[in-house]
């Protein structure tokens, strides 16, 4: 048995040896190279890596502009809409109906005046009654002026 034994493992070699022959005429192999994924080592796609980059970076820092303009903003509304705020702007509209009362009732009323002037923030209007009809000067500060004539006999209802 010892013989058959030999012949057993002669031929397992013999087979394995043959497998080996049979697989190794199908392999191949190449060179192995490694290349670099990022464009910041390749070099390869670099221009527009760097472009995608100063997009991003740019897209950012106009966000956060926006960001702090909105914010800014917001404070500003707050600020005009607190309760001082709307008393002084409720104070002022009455301040100015007032004058312009006081002005419409000099133009036009029982007592007209003949002519006055009135400093408003920087801006002088000078008024004056010329036969029939009234003529507003407003000059601004820079000296700017228009003046306005108003006939007096359209204003009936």
Same mark, same amino acid.
């Given at each position: 048995?010892?013989?058959?034994?030999?012949? $057993?493992?002669?031929? $397992?070699?013999?087979?394995?040896?043959?497998?080996?022959?049979?697989?190794?005429?199908?392999?191949?192999?190449?060179?192995?190279?490694?290349?670099?994924?990022?464009?910041?080592?390749?070099? +390869?796609?670099?221009?527009?890596?760097?472009?995608?980059?100063?997009? !991003?970076?740019?897209?950012?820092?106009?966000?956060?502009?926006?960001? $702090?303009?909105?914010? +800014?903003?917001?404070? @500003?509304?707050?600020?005009?809409? %607190?309760?001082?705020?709307?008393?002084?702007?409720?104070?002022?509209?009455?301040?100015?109906?007032?004058?312009?009362? !006081?002005?419409?009732?000099?133009?036009?009323?029982?007592?007209?005046?003949?002519?006055?002037?009135?400093?408003? @923030?920087?801006?002088?209007?000078?008024?004056?009654?010329?036969?029939?009809?009234? %003529?507003? $000067?407003?000059?601004?500060?820079?000296?700017?002026? %228009?003046?306005?004539?108003?006939?007096?006999?359209?204003? %009936?209802?």
């Amino acid at each position: 048995m010892n013989r058959g034994k030999k012949k $057993i493992v002669l031929l $397992i070699c013999v087979l394995a040896l043959a497998n080996i022959v049979l697989v190794s005429l199908t392999l191949s192999a190449d060179e192995m190279t490694h290349k670099f994924k990022n464009p910041s080592f390749s070099g +390869q796609g670099t221009s527009s890596h760097y472009l995608t980059i100063e997009n !991003q970076e740019f897209n950012r820092k106009e966000a956060i502009r926006e960001e $702090i303009k909105a914010y +800014q903003e917001e404070l @500003e509304r707050e600020a005009d809409n %607190t309760t001082l705020a709307r008393f002084i702007r409720n104070l002022e509209s009455r301040i100015y109906a007032q004058l312009s009362r !006081q002005l419409v009732d000099n133009l036009f009323g029982e007592t007209a005046s003949q002519f006055g002037i009135l400093e408003l @923030e920087g801006n002088t209007i000078e008024y004056k009654v010329e036969d029939d009809k009234v %003529t507003l $000067i407003i000059t601004d500060e820079e000296g700017n002026t %228009t003046e306005i004539s108003v006939p007096l006999g359209s204003f %009936t209802f």
